[in-house]
């Protein structure tokens, strides 16, 4: 297929989501087009060790599984672009989707451009992401069993990840900026009445501490400036994350966060499905992702035979008028 054929199916990004749509897509005989992007694989592959996906009993590194998936598509048939998209044209069909001044069409488009979290931008944190740092208690909560660590944040995410971390983690130290929490009431009281929680109120992180692991984070009181160190084996970031949608602003509908808005997988633009954590603000998890890729994949191949089939059926009622 060249850059001017028609096809079936554009994906727009390349995490479980879109990987796993590509492989429902490809074995349809959809012969989908992804457009992984340069941060092919999602945020997997800053994952170190994923132990919670079906099907490793010993766990598999990140990179790896993605690794995976992207043979199993390619094997069905899937064809790649690694770029990025940057600008799509979703105002009649066939769409349109541009990598630089390439132009690609496509029947129908499923995006799966995912979520990015939100970093505190320190060296340390970037040294240390994966040995340590991490933005998913869920994901990565079990590796620091019996240890201290530290949740940064005052928001529900931040709640919830610190009272997860208490099932299994020694203790867990929540640091907050201000003096108060800006959780839900209920969130803010079931974390304060945890005897396994700490808070350290008015202050932020300015470091963190560890060559090849975490052993503390650095905090900076906001009103004297005065340093300490909080011992931790790891430290969570929960300050939010945002959604990868900004080439879409304008033109699908999202929610004040920016993530898309669907009913089941479909978007207000007929033909245009969303998947994956770009349309998933509650569970973010790799099973989660997929599961919604293979939905989205299975919508958008029912959805072109059904177009197929009215385009057909309009065709024969104009014959016989002549």
């Known amino acids: 297929m060249t850059a001017g054929d028609v096809n079936e199916v554009i994906i727009i990004g390349s995490g479980p989501a879109g990987l796993t749509a590509a492989i429902y897509a490809a074995r349809a005989g959809l012969e989908p087009l992804v457009i992984e992007g340069y941060g092919a694989g999602g945020q997997l592959m800053i994952t170190t060790d994923v132990e919670n996906y079906p099907g490793f009993p010993e766990g598999v590194q990140g990179p790896d599984m993605m690794m995976l998936f992207r043979q199993q598509a390619e094997r069905f048939g899937t064809r790649f672009i690694t770029a990025d998209v940057s600008k799509v044209d ?20 499923i995006i799966s451009t995912g979520a990015s979290a939100q970093w505190l931008g320190l060296d340390g944190e970037t040294r240390l992401r994966g040995k340590g740092v991490s933005s998913c208690a869920t994901c990565d909560g079990f590796f620091f069993k019996d240890k201290p660590v530290v949740v940064v944040g005052g928001g529900d995410t931040a709640m919830e990840e610190a009272l997860f971390l208490t099932r299994m983690c020694e203790t867990v130290t929540v640091v907050h900026r201000r003096d108060a929490f800006r959780a839900s009431a209920i969130m803010v009281e079931r974390l304060l009445a945890n005897p396994k929680i700490n808070v350290v109120w008015n202050a932020v992180v300015v470091d963190v501490e560890g060559e090849s692991v975490v052993e503390g984070v650095r905090v900076e009181d906001v009103n004297t400036g005065a340093q300490s160190i909080i011992p931790a084996a790891a430290m969570f970031v929960a300050i939010g994350h945002l959604p990868n949608t900004e080439l879409f ?31 998933d603000a509650v569970y973010r998890q790799a099973v989660t992702a997929a599961g919604s890729g293979c939905m989205a994949a299975i919508d958008a191949e029912r959805w072109l035979e059904a177009t197929a089939h009215s385009a057909t059926a309009a065709t024969a009622a104009t014959d016989t008028t002549h």
Not at 90 to 99: A, C, D, E, N, Q
Not at 259 to 273: Q, S
């Open 90 to 109: 979703f105002s009649h069909r066939p769409f349109r989707v541009w990598v630089n001044a390439d132009e690609h069409v496509g029947n129908s488009v």
């Open 249 to 279: 602003q304008g033109i699908l509908d999202a929610d004040g966060e920016g993530y898309l808005l669907t009913d089941g997988c479909a978007t207000n633009v007929e033909g245009v499905f969303a998947c994956g954590d770009v349309q």
